[in-house]
């Protein structure tokens, strides 16, 4: 039988090697099965001190956040945790008495369950209050996320676009071409206030060819355009504007007429569920960096 001895100290506070093998035991016991069927001692060997240093980093992080609790005032009422256990019960659709079972089923007893649901709730609390201010992803975020995921399957149809240049002399002066830029600027406010673009297309665009039928550039396929162009179309969805765009003719303001249905979901039915999963990958990010900080602060020695 292995002495126990003290292997970590957080603050005020010791963590001792055998309440982190109490915790880590299901996962050594799922190892010791693994390597039982082959593996070998070494494998067992060095995935153990893993398990153990994972399980001890993850309990110096609980200590932590419990001393932030204690100084902040923070507590969790017995109700919280019950209230807790039987929505999770509820979420497997099932009653508290056939949760329990389950559980038990696992090895894992409700005195047992409650503490550690205690003890989540609680990091919970503390975490939501020192990182929620710091967890922000805008809309622009989110569409940029969007844009990622489905730009290469949009890519495999065809779109109908149009545009408006300005052109760019050959080897203008960057005066000039700041001056047409502005141009371009002013061309953009004229749609986004509410002109048509057709008719701002007719009146001012430098493209002969487009201009005089609204400045349709017809239908499409990807790379059948200057990369600029192409690239801004993908990440467009019908009627929104994108630009001024520079390619070698000038400055370009592109409007997507219509895409090729295919079965992707536009981002205004899937933006709120992009921006919640943005927003806990940033409180996942922004938890590690706080943690960090704490340690930082924190007198911890590692005896591991």
């Not at 430098?206 to 396929?221: A, F, H, I």
């Amino acid at each position: 039988m292995p002495v126990d001895r003290i292997i970590a100290v957080v603050g005020s506070e010791i963590i001792l090697l055998s309440e982190v093998r109490e915790r880590a035991e299901p996962r050594l016991e799922e190892l010791r099965k693994a390597a039982a069927q082959g593996g070998g001692e070494l494998m067992l060997e060095q995935r153990s001190s893993k398990i153990i240093a994972e399980t001890l980093d993850q309990m110096i992080d609980e200590r932590l956040v419990t001393q932030q609790a204690r100084a902040m005032k923070i507590t969790v009422e017995t109700a919280e945790v019950e209230t807790a256990i039987a929505n999770m019960a509820a979420e497997n659709g099932v009653d508290l008495q056939t949760f329990e079972q389950a559980l038990e089923a696992r090895g894992k007893d409700m005195t047992t369950y409650r503490s550690e649901m205690r003890r989540d709730l609680l990091m919970f609390k503390v975490l939501n209050l020192r990182i929620r201010g710091r967890v922000k992803v805008s809309e622009d975020e989110a569409r940029q996320y969007y844009n990622d995921q489905v730009r290469d399957v949009r890519a495999t149809g065809t779109f109908e676009g149009a545009h408006i240049l300005v052109r760019v002399p050959e080897g203008a002066r960057p005066s000039e071409v700041a001056k047409l830029r502005r141009r371009a600027e002013e061309l953009l406010a004229r749609v986004e206030g509410g002109e048509e673009f057709a008719e701002v297309a007719e009146q001012e665009s430098e493209d002969s060819v487009t201009g005089s039928r609204g400045g349709s550039l017809g239908k499409l396929k990807t790379g059948e355009l200057p990369k600029a162009l192409d690239r801004a179309f993908l990440d467009l969805e019908d009627g929104e504007l994108a630009g001024p765009l520079r390619t070698s003719a000038g400055f370009h303001i592109i409007k997507l007429i219509e895409r090729q249905a295919l079965g992707v979901q536009p981002f205004s039915e899937v933006k709120n569920r992009i921006v919640g999963q943005l927003m806990q990958e940033e409180m996942v990010r922004q938890q590690k960096i706080w943690l960090k900080e704490l340690r930082l602060r924190t007198f911890v020695d590692i005896r591991l």
